[in-house]
């Protein structure tokens, strides 16, 4: 058994591996709202409108964090009703995250570096969270596990984008330098289109029949 049981854990390890940092930041961030920080050009939207990036950051760092835990089989065999708690608390924590940052994107002012694309890239991935959220508590309510599963790891892969756009500017910003507004907003997009073509990548490895554990009903009522 124990050889079975590390591969499982690996994709949960990397998972909130790729958290650590966008999570990181939005403590800080927080931290620096509450601690009455002084106020710059970065920063001076989210103090004149606090409530959407607080719900924000507390919303993703849950969805992300507790949501890794989710693609662990073992647990979901073994502890189902562990699973549906955790998945009735990741729903409306998925969807604050996805709906404050729509939210963001279309109540503050555009900082330096953004861009008009970059905007049409948020408003349509953020809706792309939302809906891939709604259309997995839909599918479970159902009892369609399989296609609830689908469209749940395609929402959690669009949440978990921050972590990927890290990894997609470091490289950039130390070969080229800062990028221009286009260049980010690409650079930004790829974090998203990576993580959702290895999510597909991921869902049509797995066997397109699901298994229904008695136990394992629903997420919600």
């Given amino acids: 058994m124990l050889p079975n049981k590390k591969p499982e854990w690996l994709v949960p390890a990397g998972l909130l591996l790729l958290s650590a940092i966008p999570v990181a930041a939005g403590s800080a961030r927080v931290a620096e709202l509450a601690g009455g920080a002084r106020v710059t050009a970065d920063n001076a939207r989210f103090f ?4 959407p990036v607080v719900l924000h950051i507390f919303g993703a760092s849950i969805f992300c964090v507790l ?5 662990v089989p073992a ?4 502890r189902p009703r562990w699973h ?11 969807l604050v995250a996805a709906l404050s940052g729509l939210w963001m994107t279309l109540g503050y002012e ?6 008009d694309l970059l905007m049409v890239f948020r408003l349509l991935f953020g809706t792309a969270m939302a809906g891939s959220i709604v259309l997995a508590t839909v599918a479970i309510r159902r009892r369609d596990v399989r296609r609830h599963r689908v469209w749940m790891t395609r929402g959690y892969a669009i949440g978990l984008g921050a972590g990927t756009q ?11 330098g800062v990028p221009g507004e286009v260049t980010r907003a690409m650079l930004m997009a790829a974090g998203w289109v990576i993580n959702l073509v290895v999510a597909e990548w991921a869902l049509r490895r797995r ?5 229904i554990n008695p136990q394992m009903r629903s997420l919600l009522p």
């Fill in 207 to 211: 066997p397109r029949a699901a298994v």
């Fill in 110 to 115: 555009l900082p330096p570096g953004d861009g």
């Fill in 67 to 71: 949501g890794a835990f989710q693609f």
């Fill in 75 to 78: 647990l979901r065999r073994r």
């Fill in 48 to 51: 004149a409108m606090p409530l």
């Fill in 84 to 94: 549906r708690v955790a998945g009735r608390l990741l729903v409306p924590c998925g």
């Fill in 166 to 176: 890290v990894l997609t500017h470091v490289p950039w910003a130390l070969l080229v």
